[in-house]
């Protein structure tokens, strides 16, 4: 080439540039689509090639309290195809190619794949999200690197490996309800952004935190590849998302899920499902939320043809379903009758195992009568009977402000996705009667998240207060870390009334260890267990083969640090006393050595 032509050449590469600049918009819309296609569009362009390209921001982190990795970004590939490439490669890439792809196809259906695979498909088509790393290798071996770059590995044959950052939850199952998950739901020819759906728990609640903001690049290449010396080159740099500290210790966490796994295999527990929340009952944080069954966060597809999994893919069980609590209701009853002035501590009933209200005849799970019963007793006796008259002597006119100053007429605000609130009738509506009012008493006509009830008690274990339960302990944005200050929601009980009920429930406690004596030596145990019964949906009354088994319990009694909600759902009758009360026993054991709590009582010495 003489000098002339070389100027010549030169002038038209910074015309062309120019033009490049001024058509960007356009242009790099068009080019920016397709790596592919870049042979076709290299040819319009001659000499100048202007791109647009997304600068991912890179998702936060997710921790837990101790700063263990809950969720985290791994480099990962996907695996488009070129329908009109892999026609003309077909020839070259051999069969053993052919089968390896057909095998790695998870995003189109079979009919595609085989016409794709019998060189009939055109277009390109997103064929693996997440490439297992073996099978990059594996697919690097049979199918020849055409070019790798930053982005991705062009493979003969119309294969591209796109390198994409990639969600993955080293824990699992295990966490999966309460962070939820990331769904990558690009359409098959957008092969720029993959658009994410976050759902569930964390990850969708804080999807705008967590992802940042993606940035922008703009460059301008010669034909070659190459950036021009003197094209343009611009960046808007990506804003990273942020971290979160979880206020859920995996530790916890983890004894919380082996031990209601345990109890759920038990002899004569035949177990549907189960979950479990501790709260700190003086701010609100959860320190373990576990449900079973769970799924896998990195492998939701292997829910597919499960229907109780794809259920758990949309709704954490302990805030987003209501139940009938039951018993454990009975702790609220008694606190508000006190709240109420309506009995004493000391206060007595003379239980004649039935109690009518509104025309209906309430008698105790067992038909029994248990005669002269002091407060503490109805709730050892988990008596229906004197619940039920003591929210009858209370009245509907006091009662139901209760309740929704306990939060039960709306979600508690956690910041979860997929909260559900309580329902329960009140005087105005219709179908409510006094017999409404007496069942209330012993947690039957009324339907609460288990979450909903664990806050409420919690009311009751910190001294009155109603706070606003939370998950997450900080974030940290742009290297300032932000903590979570507990919100207090309402006042709802005088001091006296809840020493007076937690000292009720302590008393229970106070035999409910394995052998009758304290459930745990040198410790005071706030406990109550419920069998809560399961309405038939859609119908008047209850499953009558079927319970939900649950207990609560609280320790140390004067001065909670955390509080304990079991809950498991039978296939069959079961008692919260067998099923969920030794679980509540075991994680109050190892909370209290874990949380390092010293003992408040004395231990009986040896014999
Ligand atoms: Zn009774």
């Excluded at 263990?68 to 195809?81: D, H, Q, S, T």
């Excluded at 006796?381 to 929210?391: E, F, K």
């Excluded at 508690?412 to 009738?425: H, I, R």
């Amino acid at each position: 080439m003489g000098e002339f032509a070389l100027q010549a050449r030169r002038r038209t590469l910074f015309v062309l540039g120019a033009l490049c600049f001024l058509s960007v918009g356009l242009l790099a819309r068009l080019l920016d689509l397709q790596v592919f296609r870049r042979d076709f569009l290299v040819g319009k362009a001659q000499e100048c090639i202007s791109m647009e390209k997304t600068i991912r921001a890179r998702r936060g982190h997710i921790y837990d309290a101790r700063g263990r990795a809950l969720a985290v970004n791994e480099k990962g590939y996907v695996l488009w195809i070129d329908g009109l490439a892999l026609k003309e490669g077909l020839k070259d890439v051999g069969p053993v190619a052919v089968f390896m792809l057909a095998e790695m196809a998870t995003w189109p259906d079979r009919a595609t794949v085989q016409t794709y695979l019998s060189g009939q498909g055109t277009g390109n088509i997103l064929w693996t999200r997440w490439l297992d790393p073996k099978d990059v290798e594996k697919l690097r071996k049979v199918m020849e690197v055409q070019e790798e770059r930053l982005e991705g590995i062009r493979l003969k044959g119309g294969a591209y490996l796109e390198i994409e950052p990639r969600r993955t939850y080293p824990y699992g199952s295990l966490f999966a309800s309460v962070i939820g998950y990331l769904h990558g739901e690009s359409p098959p020819d957008d092969r720029e952004v993959t658009a994410y759906t976050a759902t569930l728990g964390i990850e969708q609640f804080y999807d705008l935190l967590l992802k940042g903001r993606d940035g922008l690049m703009r460059i301008e290449r010669d034909a070659k590849d190459f950036r021009i010396p003197i094209g343009k080159y611009e960046e808007y740099p990506a804003h990273d998302g942020a971290n979160i500290t979880l206020t859920l210790d995996l530790n916890i966490q983890y004894q919380a899920q082996r031990l209601l796994a345990k109890a759920m295999k038990e002899q004569d527990v035949e177990a549907r499902r189960g979950d479990i929340i501790v709260m700190d009952p003086r701010s609100g944080a959860i320190l373990a939320m576990v449900t079973i069954p769970s799924f896998d966060p990195n492998q939701i597809s292997a829910c597919a043809n499960d229907e109780q999994c794809k259920k758990l893919l949309f709704t954490n069980p302990a805030i987003g379903w209501t139940y009938e609590p039951g018993s454990t209701m009975k702790i609220l009853t008694i606190a508000i009758a006190l709240e109420e002035a309506i009995i004493r501590p000391e206060s007595t009933f003379e239980c004649t195992g039935e109690v009518e209200a509104a025309g209906v005849y309430f008698h105790n799970w067992n038909g029994l009568a248990h005669g002269h019963e002091t407060m503490g007793e109805i709730l050892l006796h988990s008596c229906n009977i004197g619940a039920a008259t003591l929210n009858l002597r209370v009245g509907a006119g006091a009662y139901y402000p209760y309740l929704e100053r306990l939060g039960f007429k709306e979600p508690t605000g956690v910041d979860m996705a997929g909260e559900s609130s309580g329902l329960f009738l009140t005087p105005e509506d219709d179908g409510w009667s006094e017999a409404s009012l007496a069942s209330n008493a012993f947690g039957q006509g009324i339907a609460i998240t288990p979450l909903q009830l664990l806050t409420a008690v919690s009311a009751v274990a910190n001294g009155g207060n109603l706070l606003k339960p939370y998950v997450v302990q900080a974030i940290e944005q742009d290297g300032v870390v932000t903590a979570t200050i507990p919100t207090l929601r309402g006042r709802v009980f005088r001091q006296e009334t809840c020493r007076e009920v937690t000292e009720m429930l302590a008393g229970i406690g106070a035999i409910k260890g394995e052998d009758g004596g304290p459930f745990v030596p040198g410790y005071r145990v706030a406990v109550k267990t419920g069998t809560a019964q399961i309405p038939i949906e859609g119908q008047v009354g209850y499953e009558p083969h079927r319970t939900i088994a649950s207990t609560i319990g609280y320790a140390p009694a004067g001065d909670p640090r955390f509080l304990i909600l079991v809950r498991i759902e039978g296939n069959s009758v079961i008692w919260g006393e067998d099923a969920a009360l030794p679980v509540v026993r075991e994680l109050t054991r190892y909370l209290l050595t874990y949380l390092q709590i010293p003992p408040t009582e004395e231990v009986p010495s040896g014999p």
